[in-house]
């Protein structure tokens, strides 16, 4: 057996064993019983309020014990829901000087590159004029169009896009099967204007005699040149996504 059939059946061992792990649910076994309904839909506290790297990083970060405390109080100086056995444990962890062991819920592959900051920041007219244009969200509010709309909105929607409504959820859920995964990744990015036609040329002659120059003008005529001049990565490269 060869070194390439070892390494192949390597890397299809590990997407299966991948797979089977990320269409498991954990919700049920957080250390502390966190109702993001209470604290983002009936007490309004903004998705970024908590996870504050999301813009600024790649990881939209665990809030740190020192968030709930900032509201809530150590055990010293109980100030936010003071009798709550649940509160009370993050008090615990905090007076411990240890970070909440909260399960992850929410992940993709070691091998795919996701930033946060990029999408949180990204311009909405960046997507095509169209999308989620044909959004029918009392009846499949998880279609392609519906996660589009909601994107193009910003601000919490946007993190509803990918996540779903948690601001509705007693206990954090994938509401996607198949979340992280390269189609559920691909079919948003395919809605990025000029990610198709960015490897279409004219004709062959033209394309061999002046590809530099006919380059740069497709790259602007399909946005993918910005008003900094400089390019937007383009969607469907493998580097976009991978290591």
Known sequence: MNK?????LGLALYSFIYTLDSNQ???DDQPIAFSHKLHADQNGIACQYCHLYARRSFSSGVPPVSTCIGCHGPLEQKIVKPDSPEVNKMREYWAKEEPIPWVKIHDIADFVRFPHKAHINAKSDRLLDNAGSGCDIENNPRSL???L???KVGGDQRCQACHGNISQMEVVKKVDNNFGKMGWCMECHLQVKGAKERKRSGST???WFNAKEMNEKREVSI???NEKGHHNPNMLDCYTCHY
């Open 4 to 8: 390439r059939y070892i390494l192949l």
């Open 25 to 27: 649910s954990y919700a």
């Open 145 to 147: 169009e519906c996660k």
């Open 149 to 151: 709309s909601h994107f």
């Open 205 to 207: 002659l033209d394309g």
């Open 223 to 225: 946005k993918l040149v």
